[in-house]
């Protein structure tokens, strides 16, 4: 089973100190690049893996989506997403995502933000969610960057020179990593580029959009504190067609 640290008091309160998590899809840095993958979603039926507090759910429905399912593992998250706003056209469902299976063809759209690198069988995921996507149906999502889930020490260090370096550790040998975010003891699933990339290719998806994400400059204007993305980007973006 997926490892539940989100229904954790100590890191739920943290978590939701968070600017996404206070802000919702404004406080995500690198929404308006995924949002440039989003397709038209008038009359679509659409999924959300990891759906958190709903903010990518509600907005799917006030794009115009006919009905849209959001799957969480976390009651805390569902508790705060269903509070939220309630639109009969949204609904939100406990899963597993180690163990989800959605009948064949069900949804046009699926979405997932910062969810896919704490699934050990994503191979499975994937294939089981390219058969629920309807032919036409596209993939959206974002993974940490695998520099993040493979540091040999969490912390930046200076090189001889003084430059600040981002020490990988281990990087082409994929599988759990234990490291301390928000709480100690976070598994998250550490695959290469390629990897995540070969998984969808073996899923039967075709990748339509690669992106390692990093600030624009304006962003950094706006907010000075992006800048330290731009020496090692925080997530991966993608996208993927069925």
Not at 26 to 34: I, K, S
Not at 58 to 84: I, K, P
Not at 116 to 131: F, K, N, S
Not at 144 to 165: F, L
Request: charged content about 25%; overall charge negative.
């Amino acid at each position: 089973m997926t490892q539940n640290i989100y229904d954790t008091p100590g890191f739920f309160a943290e978590y939701s100190r968070l600017r996404r998590s206070i802000e919702g899809l404004d406080g995500m840095p690198e929404w308006p690049a995924m949002r440039a993958l989003v397709p038209d979603l008038a009359g679509r039926r659409v999924v959300d893996l990891g759906c958190g507090f709903g903010w990518f759910c509600r907005w799917a429905r006030q794009a115009g989506a006919a009905e849209v399912l959001g799957l969480d593992v976390s009651e805390n998250m569902l508790a705060r997403a269903r509070a939220t706003d309630p639109d009969i056209a949204v609904a939100y469902r406990r899963e597993d995502l180690e163990r989800l299976d959605l009948p064949a063809a069900s949804f046009d759209f699926a979405y997932s933000a910062l969810a896919l690198h704490y699934i050990a069988d994503l191979e499975g995921l994937l294939a089981r969610l390219h058969r629920a996507l309807a032919p036409g149906g596209r993939l959206v999502a974002s993974v940490e960057h695998p520099i993040y889930s493979a540091p040999s020490d969490p912390k930046w260090v200076r090189d001889e020179a003084g430059r600040d370096t981002w020490p990988v550790d281990r990087y082409l040998d994929e599988g759990p990593r234990v490291t301390d975010w928000l709480a100690k003891g976070v598994v998250k699933q550490h695959r290469t580029i390629g990897g995540t990339v070969d998984l969808l290719l073996r899923a039967g998806f075709t990748l339509s959009h690669l992106e390692e994400w990093g600030p624009t400059a304006e962003q950094i204007a706006e907010h000075p504190d992006y800048a330290i993305e731009r020496e090692r980007p925080a997530f991966l973006l993608l996208a993927a067609d069925r």
